[in-house]
Nanobody, 126 residues
Framework: VQLVESGGDSVQAGGSLRLTCVVSGYTQSTLYMGWFRQAPGKGREGVAAIGRDGLTHYADSVKGRFTISKDNNQNTAYLQMDNLKPGDTAMYYC?????????????????????WGQGTQVTVSS
């Protein structure tokens, strides 16, 4: 399974970006998807997740600003990011897994995600 992210860029505060994650080597409808981020000097942080059933979860820091979605026909997941803040600056990683229940994705446990992309950089300036 390969995950390839794209869409990262440098934007000003208040701007928007849409990150894309293309999945290959597996049927996406059988996977749940998540987005994590890691800022310099900080640990990896779960941002958003979507279960096979479409149930979504968000970190408190991004609720109301970020939206996760997936298109099983295109084997693609998205993270729409609006009203970006400098604190959103980080490398963003797409992840996918098979075994966790949708309700459990709210914990954003990286161990629930077996497959990871290489990351795409998002930089937000004030």
């Amino acid at each position: 399974v390969q995950l390839v992210e794209s869409g990262g860029d440098s934007v000003q505060a208040g701007g928007s970006l849409r990150l894309t994650c293309v999945v290959s080597g597996y049927t996406q409808s059988t996977l749940y998807m998540g987005w994590f981020r890691q800022a310099p000097g900080k640990g990896r942080e779960g941002v958003a997740a979507i279960g096979r059933d479409g149930l979504t979860h968000y970190a408190d820091s991004v609720k109301g600003r970020f939206t996760i979605s997936k298109d099983n026909n295109q084997n693609t997941a998205y993270l729409q990011m609006d009203n970006l803040k400098p604190g959103d600056t980080a490398m963003y990683y797409c992840a996918a897994g098979l075994v966790a229940a949708s309700w459990a994705l709210a914990h954003f446990d990286p161990h629930d995600f077996r497959y990871w992309g290489q990351g795409t950089q998002v930089t937000v300036s004030s």
